[in-house]
C-alpha cells in the first residue's frame, strides 16, 4: 500500500543533480546517486522515494502543465510541517528545502519517510479491518483532525499561514472561478450549485490550522492503525474548521451511496464498522466543542469543491499538459459530484 513503481517518464528528474545538493546539506548521506521511485497515489503534487544505503526519504515536487497560482507551494509545504512538527506529532520530519531551479527546474523538498500502511482504495491483503477495527479507524480519522483544529496557530509559528476570517466567503468565490477557469466543453457549469452556496454562507464558526485534504490516504497508520503520519500538507493553511470537515466528507463513500461512488472510491470507507458521515460530523462536534448547525452547506461545499479540483486536474489531461491515464475520465466524477451536490441542495431546501 505505501510502496513505490518505477518513473512515469513525464515525471523525470535527473537525480544526480538531486544527489548532489542533497549531498552538501546532508553529508550523511552516502552510496549516492539514490535508487528511486515513484509513488502512484495522488493526483496533485508528485512524491518519489529516494533510497539511500541505511536511509529513505521522500521527495514532494509540484507537477508539469497549468496550476491554480496558490497550489503546488513547496515552500510552503515544507513551512507548514516545520512548524507544527513541535505541536502535532503526526507530520513527518522535513530535511531541506530546494528554491534553486537549476537542479531540476521547480522548488521541490524532501522529508523523512514515515513507515506504515496507507489505506488507499482497497484494505492491503493481510491487513483484517472487521468492523470493529474499522470503526476505530474512522474515530481515529476524525478525532485527529479535531486534535489538528485545536492547534494554536501562534505556538506552531503559523499566525501568518493564512488570512483567518472571511474564509468562508473567500473559498466560495475562489472556486466558483477557478472551476469556470478549468472548465471544459464536456462538464456542467454547476452556476445553480454556486449560487446557492452564495447565497446561503454561514459566518466562520472559528479560525484554526486546517489541512484541507484530510482523507484515509493521507493518513500513514501504524500495526495498530493508529495514525503515524499525516501526508500533504501543500493546501493547509488558517480557516474555518467546519469548511476542512465539509471537504474531508466529499471523499467518505458509504456502502450505500450508489454504486459509482463505491466503484470510484479512492479509501475503504465504506467497509462495514465505519463510521457515517452523519455519525462523524455529531462526533467531530463532541470533540471539537463546535456548534454544528445548517451542515448542508458544508456538505454542498466540499462536494463542489472536489468537482473544480477534479476538474483543474482533468484540464491538465484534456490539453495534453499530461497523459497520466488516470485522469482521463475525471469529467464524468465531475458530472457526479454536480447530481450529489443538487440532491443535498434539495434536501435541504425541502
Given at each position: 500500500?505505501?510502496?513505490?513503481?518505477?518513473?512515469?517518464?513525464?515525471?523525470?528528474?535527473?537525480?544526480?543533480?538531486?544527489?548532489?545538493?542533497?549531498?552538501?546539506?546532508?553529508?550523511?548521506?552516502?552510496?549516492?546517486?539514490?535508487?528511486?521511485?515513484?509513488?502512484?497515489?495522488?493526483?496533485?503534487?508528485?512524491?518519489?522515494?529516494?533510497?539511500?544505503?541505511?536511509?529513505?526519504?521522500?521527495?514532494?515536487?509540484?507537477?508539469?502543465?497549468?496550476?491554480?497560482?496558490?497550489?503546488?507551494?513547496?515552500?510552503?509545504?515544507?513551512?507548514?510541517?516545520?512548524?507544527?512538527?513541535?505541536?502535532?506529532?503526526?507530520?513527518?520530519?522535513?530535511?531541506?528545502?530546494?528554491?534553486?531551479?537549476?537542479?531540476?527546474?521547480?522548488?521541490?523538498?524532501?522529508?523523512?519517510?514515515?513507515?506504515?500502511?496507507?489505506?488507499?482504495?482497497?484494505?492491503?491483503?493481510?491487513?483484517?479491518?472487521?468492523?470493529?477495527?474499522?470503526?476505530?479507524?474512522?474515530?481515529?480519522?476524525?478525532?485527529?483532525?479535531?486534535?489538528?483544529?485545536?492547534?494554536?496557530?501562534?505556538?506552531?509559528?503559523?499566525?501568518?499561514?493564512?488570512?483567518?476570517?472571511?474564509?468562508?466567503?473567500?473559498?466560495?468565490?475562489?472556486?466558483?472561478?477557478?472551476?469556470?477557469?478549468?472548465?471544459?466543453?464536456?462538464?456542467?457549469?454547476?452556476?445553480?450549485?454556486?449560487?446557492?452556496?452564495?447565497?446561503?454562507?454561514?459566518?466562520?464558526?472559528?479560525?484554526?490550522?486546517?489541512?484541507?485534504?484530510?482523507?484515509?490516504?493521507?493518513?500513514?497508520?501504524?500495526?495498530?492503525?493508529?495514525?503515524?503520519?499525516?501526508?500533504?500538507?501543500?493546501?493547509?493553511?488558517?480557516?474555518?474548521?467546519?469548511?476542512?470537515?465539509?471537504?474531508?466528507?466529499?471523499?467518505?463513500?458509504?456502502?450505500?451511496?450508489?454504486?459509482?461512488?463505491?466503484?470510484?472510491?479512492?479509501?475503504?470507507?465504506?467497509?462495514?464498522?465505519?463510521?457515517?458521515?452523519?455519525?462523524?460530523?455529531?462526533?467531530?462536534?463532541?470533540?471539537?466543542?463546535?456548534?454544528?448547525?445548517?451542515?448542508a452547506f458544508y456538505e454542498v461545499y466540499g462536494l463542489f469543491?472536489?468537482a473544480a479540483i477534479a476538474q483543474q486536474i482533468y484540464y491538465?489531461?484534456?490539453?495534453?499538459?499530461?497523459?497520466?491515464?488516470?485522469?482521463?475520465?475525471?469529467?464524468?466524477?465531475?458530472?457526479?459530484?454536480?447530481?450529489?451536490?443538487?440532491?443535498?441542495?434539495?434536501?435541504?431546501?425541502?
Open positions: 500500500m505505501n510502496q513505490p513503481g518505477p518513473v512515469r517518464g513525464e515525471d523525470g528528474f535527473d537525480v544526480a543533480r538531486v544527489d548532489a545538493w542533497l549531498s552538501e546539506r546532508l553529508p550523511e548521506l552516502t552510496g549516492g546517486p539514490p535508487e528511486i521511485g515513484q509513488f502512484s497515489g495522488g493526483a496533485s503534487n508528485l512524491t518519489y522515494l529516494l533510497r539511500y544505503p541505511g536511509t529513505e526519504l521522500i521527495l514532494r515536487r509540484p507537477p508539469a502543465g497549468r496550476k491554480a497560482s496558490s497550489a503546488h507551494d513547496m515552500a510552503r509545504e515544507y513551512r507548514v510541517q516545520r512548524g507544527l512538527a513541535p505541536v502535532f506529532p503526526y507530520v513527518p520530519k522535513v530535511r531541506a528545502l530546494c528554491q534553486d531551479h537549476d537542479v531540476i527546474g521547480c522548488d521541490f523538498y524532501v522529508m523523512d519517510r514515515v513507515e506504515g500502511t496507507i489505506p488507499r482504495r482497497n484494505v492491503p491483503e493481510g491487513l483484517e479491518l472487521g468492523p470493529a477495527r474499522a470503526r476505530a479507524l474512522s474515530e481515529r480519522f476524525v478525532d485527529t483532525l479535531a486534535e489538528l483544529h485545536a492547534v494554536d496557530p501562534s505556538a506552531a509559528g503559523l499566525a501568518d499561514l493564512g488570512r483567518g476570517e472571511g474564509y468562508v466567503q473567500r473559498q466560495i468565490e475562489g472556486w466558483t472561478r477557478r472551476y469556470d477557469q478549468a472548465r471544459t466543453w464536456n462538464v456542467p457549469s454547476f452556476r445553480h450549485v454556486t449560487g446557492w452556496l452564495a447565497a446561503n454562507q454561514p459566518a466562520d464558526a472559528a479560525v484554526s490550522v486546517i489541512h484541507n485534504d484530510w482523507r484515509l490516504d493521507n493518513l500513514v497508520l501504524d500495526d495498530e492503525l493508529r495514525v503515524a503520519g499525516v501526508l500533504d500538507w501543500e493546501m493547509a493553511t488558517l480557516g474555518d474548521p467546519l469548511m476542512d470537515l465539509g471537504a474531508a466528507l466529499a471523499y467518505w463513500v458509504q456502502a450505500d451511496d450508489g454504486r459509482l461512488a463505491v466503484r470510484t472510491r479512492r479509501q475503504p470507507s465504506h467497509l462495514p464498522g465505519m463510521l457515517t458521515r452523519d455519525e462523524i460530523v455529531r462526533r467531530y462536534a463532541e470533540r471539537s466543542g463546535l456548534r454544528v448547525e445548517g451542515w469543491r472536489l491538465r489531461y484534456h490539453h495534453r499538459q499530461t497523459r497520466n491515464p488516470a485522469f482521463r475520465n475525471l469529467w464524468t466524477a465531475v458530472h457526479h459530484l454536480q447530481r450529489r451536490c443538487r440532491a443535498a441542495i434539495r434536501r435541504a431546501d425541502g
